[in-house]
């Protein structure tokens, strides 16, 4: 049951951001050219991701745990360190030049579309190099 649930949460994500137009890196790409073709429909994806995610936490975390086991893996750090400003920096970089997020490439793959398996394929190389180079600590 537990797959089940992960698969139809799966296909609901991705129905979400292939309807929200979110597969199309055009539409990415234009909500970052503020000078030019600024597109704002991302802003309302967010948004509205936003509002269902703030409704659903304030719900679900009323449960002793999650229905299919274990206890709710939620961040404890708080703290604003420089691995968190430097993720985050290079992940708006790439956003912004590829078009694409980890959440909006996966569902995107289903096009068979050549750029988001090369998005996707870098993806996994910064994860391992990440990796790789943060056993050396």
């Known amino acids: 049951m537990k797959m089940l649930s992960c698969l139809l949460i799966g296909l609901i994500f991705g129905l979400g951001i292939v309807t929200g ?44 745990g999650p229905v299919f086991g274990g206890g709710f893996a939620l961040p404890t750090r708080k703290d604003i360190d420089v691995r968190l400003l430097g993720g985050s920096v290079v992940f708006g970089i790439g956003w912004g030049i590829a078009g694409f997020c980890p959440g909006g490439a996966l569902p995107t793959l289903g096009t068979g579309r050549l750029e988001v398996f090369v998005f996707v394929a870098a993806m996994i190389a910064g994860i391992l190099l990440v990796r790789v180079a943060g056993r050396g600590r």
């Open 21 to 64: 137009g979110m597969a199309n890196p055009a539409k990415v790409v234009n909500f970052f050219d503020i000078a030019g073709t600024w597109d704002p429909s991302l802003a309302f994806v967010m948004g509205g991701a936003l509002a269902v995610t703030a409704l659903g936490y304030r719900f679900v975390l009323r449960r002793e």
